[in-house]
C-alpha cells in the first residue's frame, strides 16, 4: 500500500512497482476549496492515468459514499462474514482503513470525540456525519456531537486514510470527553 499527497502541487506522479494483473485503487480525497488568491484550485485527477506510458481507458471511477458505510454495518452485513480462525496479522493494526466500532450510551448529551492519535480521515456517528479530523494539523482535536445523535446502542464509523498509531493489533480506541480540545502554536516576536 502506497499513501502519497501530492498537496504540493508540483510533484504530478508517482512510481508504483507492481506485477501483472495487480490491482490499482487510488483514493482522492476532497479537500474542498480556498477561498483565497487564485480561482485555479484544481484538484483531484485532472489528466490521463497512464501505465508504462501507456493511458488507461478502461477503468471505474465511483465516489466513497461514506453513508452507505453506516447502512453496511447497521444491516449486519459485516455480521455476515464469519470470524478469522487466526488472530488478525499484527502487520496490518493502525493502516488505513475503515474502522468500526459500537458503545452504549446512558443519557443523551453534548459531547466531543478526541481524535489525537488518529491521523486523517472522517467521522460518522450513527450514520450523522461529524465530521472531518486531523489532528496533527491543529488546531482542531475534538468534533463536536450533539446530543440527538447520541443514542442507546450506537455506532462509530472511522474513515481512516493515514493510519491510526494509536492502534495496538488488537484494539482501536477514541474516546468521549465532555470539553474541546484545540492546540494552537503560540507565535512569538
Not at 453506516?70 to 496490518?92: F, L
Not at 443519557?107 to 450513527?126: A, C, E, I
Not at 486514510?161 to 465532555?178: H, R
Request: charged share 20%.
Amino acid at each position: 500500500m502506497l499513501i502519497n499527497s501530492l498537496q504540493d502541487y508540483k510533484k504530478q506522479w508517482i512510481e508504483i512497482k507492481g506485477q501483472e494483473r495487480d490491482n490499482l485503487t487510488i483514493i482522492v480525497e476532497n479537500r474542498g476549496r480556498q477561498t483565497y488568491e487564485t480561482i485555479n484550485d484544481f484538484k483531484g485527477i485532472l489528466s490521463n492515468v497512464t501505465l508504462d506510458g501507456t493511458v488507461i481507458e478502461e477503468w471505474t471511477h465511483y465516489p466513497v459514499q461514506l453513508p452507505f458505510m453506516y447502512d453496511a454495518t447497521t444491516a449486519g452485513i459485516y455480521d455476515v462474514i464469519p470470524p478469522p480462525k487466526k488472530r488478525m496479522h499484527r502487520d496490518i493494526h493502525g493502516k488505513p482503513g475503515v474502522y468500526v466500532g459500537h458503545f452504549s450510551a446512558k443519557s443523551q448529551r453534548d459531547t466531543f470525540v478526541d481524535t489525537s492519535g488518529w491521523g486523517k480521515g472522517q467521522l460518522l456517528v450513527n450514520g450523522f456525519n461529524v465530521g472531518r479530523y486531523w489532528p496533527s494539523a491543529r488546531p482542531q482535536t475534538t468534533l463536536y456531537v450533539p446530543a440527538p445523535i447520541i443514542r442507546k446502542k450506537n455506532t462509530i464509523i472511522m474513515f481512516e486514510l493515514i493510519g491510526a498509531p494509536n492502534c495496538s493489533w488488537w484494539k482501536c480506541t477514541v474516546e468521549f470527553i465532555d470539553h474541546p480540545i484545540f492546540n494552537f502554536t503560540s507565535i512569538t516576536k
